[in-house]
């Protein structure tokens, strides 16, 4: 049984279709990503998700049974635009918004008093929100997030905004719910992020969910024709080559896909006879991004089907 | 829609507003202030009473000018050397030469003012007062009463009448008011109660307004630091809608509790003593409902407040959205003033019944007249039907508002948002 799963979500703002029959399963255990860029629809899913929109169509499943109103108990929601009240005190923050998840007493205050110890914020903890700096605002911000145990995290974009320290602290704070066992989805526009953390993603675009399952999967099956070139020498002789279906710059790798899956031996062998140093050649190797770039990339190439793997 | 969730909202809200130092202040101010006022104004108008006049008393009769000063010289404001008058007899036509020709006086306040008295008004009373400030209230009233007794003894000295019959014909008529209600003792009337439904409407007025800048304010705070998409991942708007204003209103009702706690402590204690000309009556009931009637009322115009607040994005758009709902306190407040003049009007009846009216209205009349309790049970009914009537569509409006940025929406935008499935 999934942990959650989204059936044909729809939601239309006045004319505009935001969110166009989206569904994915979110599977217990996993960190899921949301992925696309920004407009695709994301944040409508999460609100819908969270109840905070209600759908024109579809429903959220929670292990089974439709999501009910202490769903919200369970879940704890970073979203993408985040605030706090700026004249709440840290510690009234903190116990305030565990109220509101029906969290209240001195186990809460206990677990309150670990965070910001580990957090490096216990000696703040009767400081105005407004006096804090950004980044610790931010600290502040996670803590809420976790502070009544959540069986689910949502995070909404978590790592735009972040500093390098405050990026690496989420990323702690979201591996550590993991190995609790929590169920972890996040939605970004940053392919690197989902790619190094996912174990499943949904991609969405233009509302649509264009592709879903787990990630490994999806690269094996996108990288059979894939391979990632890092070289000496000139390669423009590819170009024109029949066995190359698409060749990428990426900077200090280059991506090429080959036409059939047989190719990529050819390729290789193509390369030392022109004379070109390999320094690395990678074959079933394809990043989340070429992935993403192939399927959304082209306004006019719109994949009508979702690719299940 | 009374869960946990609501509660931790309702005591958040008490807690922020009660320590807000607007709130602090207010509460505490208002009455200093209100006395203040009152104190100046008072002061005002002893320090008018004081201010030096001089004026030419011109009639077209010796004896007439003669009377005049008699009677002046006698009173207080001439004896005291307030006012210090210089009598001439003189014909109109040299009258209005002389007042050409001493223009300049008046004008540079060299002399207050000229009253010509001419001999017609022997027969019709009628008096002229020239001066920079012809409609000068407070000299014309103080003078008329000293005028008119001359005048009078004039007319009646001819017509053979004792002095006694003289002074009844002057007396004017002394009506003293006594108060007829359910109670069995009839009540001599002062000017208490006249007072106190002033107090009550301005405070009422007041605490409305005010409480509702501050709920539209905190609103907007939510929306403004995104603050209201982390609450919503707990609450849904509905809980957090409720739980906002439940808190506002009682906070409200705690303040207006604050501010009659004198009023109270004259009616039940003996601390106090007030003079008889002052003294009002209130029972226990009257105050119970009238706090009750005013947390409804909170209840009723907070909801609007809040939909407001959600609209808009910053205080300054919101102030036009504002003066809608600000309307419908600023009306019943004038009606509830126009009650004093005469309770039993029929605008300030059908106000005392109305939606968002009765909030003001109904607890100024009850200050002045009994009131039937059949009237007090429909008006807190329509309160009641105000409420359930509005907070749907509040609610929706409200639901939109709060997750909405971006440029400022129109008012047909805003009557669409009513009917998103949201």
């Known amino acids: 049984m999934h942990a959650l799963e989204v059936r044909n979500l729809t939601k239309t703002f006045n004319s505009t279709v935001a969110v166009d029959n989206a569904s994915f399963e979110v599977p217990d255990g996993s960190i899921f990503g949301l992925i696309g860029r920004n407009g695709a629809g994301k944040t409508t899913t999460i609100r819908m998700m969270m109840n905070i929109y209600l759908p024109d169509n579809g429903e959220v499943i929670l292990r089974g049974a439709d999501v009910g109103r202490n769903f919200k108990s369970k879940v704890g929601y970073l979203p993408e635009e985040r605030g706090l009240y700026k004249k709440m005190t840290v510690m009234d923050t903190l116990l305030y918004f565990a109220?509101?998840?029906?969290?209240?007493?001195?186990n809460v205050v206990a677990a309150a008093n670990n965070y910001l110890k580990k957090f490096d914020l216990y000696d703040r903890r009767t400081s105005k929100v407004q006096d804090l700096s950004k980044g610790n605002q931010q600290k502040l911000q996670f803590i809420t997030t976790v502070l009544h145990d959540p069986e689910f995290l949502i995070l909404d974009e978590p790592f735009s905004g972040?500093?390098?320290?405050?990026?690496?602290?989420?990323?702690?704070?979201?591996?550590?719910?993991?190995?609790?066992?929590?169920?972890?989805?996040?939605?970004?526009?940053?392919?690197?992020?989902?790619?190094?953390?996912?174990?499943?993603?949904?991609?969405?675009?233009?509302?649509?969910?264009?592709?879903?399952?787990?990630?490994?999967?999806?690269?094996?099956?996108?990288?059979?024709?894939?391979?990632?070139?890092v070289h000496d020498g000139d390669i423009a002789f590819l170009r024109n080559n029949p066995i190359v279906?698409?060749?990428?710059?990426?900077?200090?790798?280059?991506?090429?896909?080959?036409?059939?899956t047989g190719d990529v031996q050819k390729l290789l062998k193509l390369l030392v006879d022109n004379n070109v140093t390999v320094k690395k050649f990678d074959a079933n190797d394809i990043s989340l991004h070429e992935i993403f770039i192939e399927l959304a990339g082209h306004e006019s190439n719109k994949p009508e089907e979702v690719k299940h793997v | 829609m009374f869960n946990y969730r609501t509660i931790a909202v309702f005591k958040r809200e008490i807690k922020e507003k009660l320590m807000s130092k607007s709130f602090i202040l207010m509460t505490i101010l208002l009455p200093v202030f209100m006395f203040g006022i009152m104190g100046i104004q008072t002061l005002l108008m002893s320090y008018n009473e004081e201010t030096r006049a001089s004026l030419d008393l011109v009639t077209e009769s010796y004896e007439l000018t003669l009377a005049f000063e008699n009677e002046f010289a006698q009173r207080e404001f001439v004896k005291n050397g307030n006012m210090v008058f210089y009598y001439f007899t003189m014909s109109r036509e040299e009258f209005e030469n002389y007042l050409k020709k001493n223009k300049q006086d008046i004008i540079s306040e060299k002399k207050t003012g000229m009253i010509f008295i001419p001999s017609s008004a022997l027969q019709d009373k009628e008096v002229e007062y020239y001066a920079k400030t012809g409609k000068d209230i407070t000299l014309t009233e103080k003078l008329g009463?000293?005028?008119?007794?001359?005048?009078?003894?004039?007319?009646?000295?001819?017509?053979?009448?004792?002095?006694?019959?003289?002074?009844?014909?002057?007396?004017?008529?002394?009506?003293?008011?006594?108060k007829v209600s359910e109670k069995d003792e009839v009540e001599k009337e002062g000017y208490g109660n006249l007072i106190l439904s002033y107090l009550f409407a301005f405070l009422l007025y007041m605490s409305l307004l005010m409480m509702g800048q501050m709920t539209m304010n905190s609103v907007i705070e939510e929306k403004n630091s995104r603050v209201v998409e982390v609450l919503l991942s707990s609450v849904s708007s509905k809980e957090l809608m409720t739980g906002k204003i439940l808190g506002a209103s009682a906070t409200g009702t705690l303040q207006m509790a604050i501010w009659l706690l004198p009023v109270i402590m004259v009616v039940s204690t003996s601390w106090f003593v007030l003079p008889d000309k002052y003294m009002f009556s209130v029972t226990a009931f009257q105050m119970i409902y009238m706090l009750v009637n005013f947390f409804m009322g909170l209840i009723t115009f907070l909801g609007l407040f809040a939909t407001v607040g959600a609209i808009f994005e910053s205080q300054q758009?919101?102030?036009?959205?504002?003066?809608?709902?600000?309307?419908?306190?600023?009306i019943p407040f004038f009606i509830a003033m126009s009650l004093v003049m005469n309770p039993n009007s029929p605008i300030g009846q059908i106000a005392s019944l109305l939606p968002f009216a009765s909030i003001i209205v109904m607890p100024t009349k009850m200050a002045l007249v009994d009131i039937p309790i059949w009237q007090l049970v429909l008006a807190m009914t329509v309160n009641i039907g105000t409420i359930f009537a509005i907070f749907p569509i509040a609610g929706k409006i409200y639901r939109v508002g709060i997750l909405r940025t971006g440029k400022k929406p129109s008012w047909n935008e805003i009557v669409s948002w009513v009917k998103y499935k949201y």
Request: charged share 30%; net charge neutral; proline share 1%.
């Open chain 1, 99 to 106: 109220e509101v998840k029906g969290k209240a007493g001195k």
């Open chain 2, 145 to 178: 009463g000293a005028i008119n007794k001359v005048l009078i003894e004039n007319y009646f000295g001819t017509k053979d009448l004792t002095q006694d019959e003289l002074d009844y014909a002057r007396k004017w008529v002394d009506i003293a008011s006594y």
């Open chain 1, 162 to 229: 972040l500093d390098p320290i405050n990026t690496n602290l989420l990323k702690e704070i979201i591996l550590e719910m993991k190995q609790k066992g929590k169920v972890i989805i996040f939605s970004t526009h940053l392919m690197e992020f989902a790619e190094k953390m996912c174990d499943h993603i949904a991609m969405i675009d233009h509302g649509k969910i264009i592709l879903k399952g787990s990630l490994s999967e999806i690269k094996a099956k996108f990288a059979q024709r894939n391979v990632s070139l």
């Open chain 2, 317 to 330: 758009d919101a102030q036009s959205g504002m003066w809608p709902v600000m309307l419908l306190a600023i």
């Open chain 1, 245 to 260: 279906e698409k060749i990428e710059d990426f900077g200090n790798t280059t991506g090429i896909r080959v036409k059939e």
